[in-house]
């Protein structure tokens, strides 16, 4: 699972909206707990420097080097990275699985449809590499519902107002 703050959501759901009808990208560091939780710390947009922008990405390598020397001795590092798919879905694309590598980084991918950001999705690269599998993904203040207890009956009863008519 991964876990981000409503801004680091909304900031890349901007970007996205921004850079459409190309795609965006950029890197997600933070770190991940005993259980496997990823937890997203920053947001790092990056250009796209990808020669088809409307179906590629390519984050900047000078971003990913600037990002690790910085968090380098300390508890973060770059956990993910995420990018846009402009009026395609949220889920990972054959150029997606061709290009990734990195089998402990999440994958976030933002569907955008018209311009308007509308699904993401996370991911990661599954069996060494030959696929994807979605992993949850929620905001941090992501609370249970409340639940009840169970009605009693088959069936929903009528409010007693409708009963007495």
Do not use: K
Not at 148 to 157: I, N, Q, T
Request: charged share 25%.
């Amino acid at each position: 699972m991964i876990v981000l703050g409503r801004a680091h959501l909304r900031q890349i759901a901007d970007q996205a909206e921004a850079a459409y009808p190309d795609e965006c990208c950029g890197l997600l560091t933070g770190r991940g707990d005993p259980a496997g939780t990823l937890r997203v710390g920053e947001v790092c947009p990056s250009p796209n420097l990808a020669p088809s922008g409307r179906d590629r990405f390519e984050v900047d390598p000078a971003l990913r080097l600037d990002l690790q020397r910085r968090l380098r001795g300390g508890p973060d590092r770059v956990i993910g990275l995420y990018h846009s798919h402009p009026d395609h879905s949220a889920q990972p694309s054959q150029t997606d699985l061709d290009m990734a590598w990195e089998t402990d980084l999440a994958w976030l991918i933002v569907c955008v449809e018209a311009g308007q950001a509308v699904h993401v999705t996370a991911h990661r690269l599954v069996d060494e590499g030959a696929g994807f599998a979605e992993i949850g993904l929620r905001t941090d203040d992501w609370r249970a519902a409340p639940r009840r207890a169970p009605m009693a009956g088959a069936g929903v009863a009528a409010p007693p107002s409708a009963a007495r008519r």
